[in-house]
C-alpha cells in the first residue's frame, strides 16, 4: 500500500492488478498492468533508486533510477559488514535501512553495514509483525502487528511511542501514513 498524490495505490500480487482509491472524491478503480514484475523478494525505494532485499542470501541490490534500463544495479550490501539482513520479512528506508525479521527483531543498517538490533519493548510483546514503513519527513518507525490489530509506532531509537489498536474482525495487511503524520490508512481484509 502506498499513498501518492492523494491517492491510495493497493497492489495485488496474485492478478497483477493496481486498486487506485482517490482520497478526495472516496472513488476506487482497478487496473491490470501486464508490465508489473512479480518478485519474491523485499522491496522498498528511497529517492529515485529501488532496493531489493534477498532475505536468503541477506544481500541488498540498489538500483538507481530502474526506469533507465541502461544503469547497471550494484551490490548495496558491504562484505565486511558484521551482520547480514536474513530470514526478514519487510524492509523501509529512509536514509538507513530497517529490516524487520522473523523473531520480530528490528535491525538498523547504514552504508551498507550493520548498525544495530532493536528488540522493540512493548505489551503485549510482538509475536507476528508482518510490515516496517518510515515515511519521508517522520520521526518514527512504524511496525503492523496483525496478530494484536495494531499499528507501533517507534522513535528512531527504538523508544515506544505510540501504539494504534484497531478494532477489526478482517485480518490486517497493509498500512501507509498520510505525509504530516495525522492519517493512518489501513488494509483490513478486501477493506
Known sequence: MMLAQENLYLFNPFSSQIFIFDLQEQKGKTVSDQKIIRLDARTAEFGKNLYILNSQEGTITKYEDPLNTSKTPIL????????????????????????????????????????????????????????????????????LDPSESRVILLSKSGDLVKQYRISVQDP????????NGNTLYLLAGSR
Do not use: H
Request: glycine share 6%; no cysteine; charged share 20%.
Open 172 to 179: 490486517l495487511f497493509d498500512f501507509t501514513v498520510s505525509k
Open 76 to 143: 548495496w550490501m558491504s562484505e565486511e559488514s558484521l551482520k547480514k539482513p536474513v530470514d526478514a520479512r519487510s524492509m523501509a528506508i529512509d536514509g538507513n535501512i530497517w529490516i524487520l525479521t522473523q523473531d520480530n527483531t528490528l535491525q538498523r543498517y547504514f552504508g551498507g553495514f550493520w548498525q544495530e538490533d532493536i528488540q522493540p519493548l512493548v505489551f503485549p510483546l510482538l509475536k507476528g509483525a508482518t510490515t516496517v514503513k518510515t515515511f519521508p519527513g517522520l520521526p518514527y518507525v512504524y511496525i
